[in-house]
């Protein structure tokens, strides 16, 4: 099934209940841009949703009947075994059609920006700007650890950007597994970032301002926490994949993404979905390499953002192109 061919029998057709099963990077690329337009066009109502726990914060404001969380583990679906009513199957081609006139983009910006904060990271925001480096340390592929930033280079980016930016750290994992939320089925690899972290006492550990949130009365939802402080922010250092996905969802940012092995390089960075899930979308910069990674973060120390999107200076232009996603292949 194509998008040409997704005709009104099929919306007719669509089930009662719309259930989700698979990695979280794909629920929002494929699953949740559909079930925001069946929404938007009147069809989602009487309709229940049934997906993984913690995921609330993302169907939020959807004329649905009812939203049923399930704890199972995610796990890994083939493009050929996914739902047979998504109008889009493949994320690496998007079916050869490109943006499909059944998905609708929410903007992650505005939905979640009025959600709050702790009162002193707030404070520290308005007086630095926000930087999220969403890091990753596990088995892919069978292969290890592929894309992560090492731990020098965390050291480096820590080092570089810790005065001129509050900079938050991610790495879901790190820790305990926080409850109501779950992750993909990802096997972690022991990974000695704390130690690095405990030499920065002004970078900011995920975990802990989740916690600090959770004290002073805030909601026990992870998602929705992370929504709200990726909403203040418009700079992104990220590893490839689905924290990756997600942050191209929050408009007018600055990524640089490490991509040292994945199918999103034949696509979706350049003229692909990476283009078109936000508005305006952000710059994306795509490294291969963490000396490339260092280059670009040196970019963000450059970076200004007005009227909602991030500008760079005009002699930043030759560092841009060199790690633009249309380039990245022939790299």
């Not at 990476?274 to 970076?303: G, V």
Request: neutral net charge.
């Amino acid at each position: 099934m194509t998008g040409a061919t997704y005709d009104a029998a099929r919306l007719r057709n669509l089930p009662r209940t719309l259930e989700y099963t698979g990695e979280f990077g794909l629920e929002i690329l494929l699953f949740l841009p559909f079930v925001t337009w069946l929404s938007q066009a009147g069809l989602l109502r009487g309709r229940t949703i049934k997906t993984y726990a913690g995921m609330m914060s993302f169907y939020s404001g959807l004329d649905y009947r009812a939203f049923v969380e399930k704890q199972a583990p995610r796990e890994f679906v083939s493009p050929m075994n996914r739902l047979p009513y998504l109008p889009v199957r493949s994320e690496h081609d998007f079916d050869g059609l490109g943006r499909s006139p059944f998905h609708a983009y929410q903007d992650f910006r505005r939905k979640f920006e009025a959600l709050p904060l702790p009162q002193d990271l707030e404070a520290q925001i308005a007086s630095r700007p926000l930087l999220i480096i969403h890091n990753k340390h596990t088995d892919e592929w069978n292969s290890g650890p592929v894309n992560h930033i090492s731990l020098e280079t965390l050291d480096a980016l820590f080092a570089r950007l810790g005065q001129a930016f509050t900079v938050v750290y991610i790495r879901h994992g790190i820790r305990r597994t926080q409850r109501g939320y779950v992750g993909d089925d990802n096997t972690m690899i022991p990974f000695d970032d704390e130690s690095v972290l405990s030499r920065y006492s002004q970078i900011n550990l995920f975990d802990d301002l989740f916690d600090r949130h959770r004290t002073d009365g805030g909601a026990d939802d992870v998602n929705a926490f992370k929504n709200a402080l990726c909403s203040r922010a418009f700079r992104f250092i990220t590893s490839q994949g689905g924290g990756a996905h997600h942050l191209a969802h929050f408009s007018g940012s600055m990524m640089a993404i490490l991509h040292r092995k994945g199918k999103e390089e034949q696509m979706a960075y350049a003229d692909g979905y990476y283009s078109f899930l936000a508005n305006p979308s952000p710059i994306r910069l795509c490294c291969r390499t963490e000396a490339e990674l260092i280059d670009a973060s040196d970019l963000m120390l450059q970076s200004k953002v007005i009227d909602g999107r991030v500008l760079l200076p005009p002699d930043a232009a030759p560092v841009v192109d060199r790690l633009s996603p249309w380039r990245l292949r022939a790299r």
